[in-house]
């Protein structure tokens, strides 16, 4: 059992500090206090946290802690800590070590016996959880999928027989990838995209992975994305249609049957495949290699 000193020790306090993901006005008063009586803010981005501190006139010594540095400003950081300073671990937005740098210092200053307290705040994932009308009682958070197309499918092959519901982030400009990934993996399961929580173009998109799939190739969301993916739905499995099916196969069963089907050679062969599912020649030649390579 680690021994965790207290400030009467004479020992510093970490404090983990929740900001807003948007709005302004989601920031505790608690918050506000903190910052202005920490001696330094460790932030993920000092351009960013400077905006915050301006908008409530704060003045606060700045120290930037991101994933490239902080092997070495976690440990910069304890040093500060046990020589009695107040630190405010922030991140650009939300809570710090949620899917954001944190997890790190807050590891290292609890094996030094430094107290860690949390200051709880806005979370995207959370607001997009209650907003999103979708039986929410049990979740699994992930964080972001892989970046490369190989490894988030084989995370979404770890998660099919998931009975929770499934709670990710994504960056806009891989989102019809993912759903695409997840749609041909996980089945027709209800869904909704959460995008630009607590901001001016806030938007919550409902329905199935089909329907978020569609809409997102005639017009691709942008802005911050939570996406949810509901536990399997038997009726929505059912009401597949035979298109739908055929864009679950994977891509590169569906170009040998194609070929055989047909006689045409395999270059026809993904054309028509591409066109079956709405995707570029490119796109579904970029789908054929990560299913060879699977």
Known sequence: MTKIRTNETGAGRLYVVATPIGNLEDISLRALRILKEADLIACEDTRQTMKLLSHFDIQKK???????????????LVIDLEQGAKVAL???????????PGHRLVSLCLRHGIEVVPVPGASAFVAALAASGMAIEEFTFIGFLPARQTERRKRLRALLNEPRMIVLYEAPHRLLETLEDAFEILGNRPAVIAREVTKLYEEFLRGHLKDLLAG??????R???TLLIGPPDP????????????????????VEEIVKESGVDR???????????GLTRREAYKQLLVTRDE
């Open 216 to 221: 997102a190739r005639a017009k691709e969301p």
């Open 267 to 277: 270059k026809a062969a993904l054309k028509q495949a591409a066109r079956e599912r």
């Open 223 to 225: 802005g911050e994305i």
């Open 62 to 76: 700045l120290v930037s802690y991101h994933e490239h540095n902080e092997i070495t400003r976690a440990a910069e």
């Open 90 to 100: 922030v991140s650009d937005a939300g809570t710090p070590a949620i899917s954001d």
């Open 235 to 254: 009726a929505a499995q059912a009401d597949v249609s035979a298109e739908d099916a055929t864009r679950a196969v994977p891509i590169a069963r569906r």
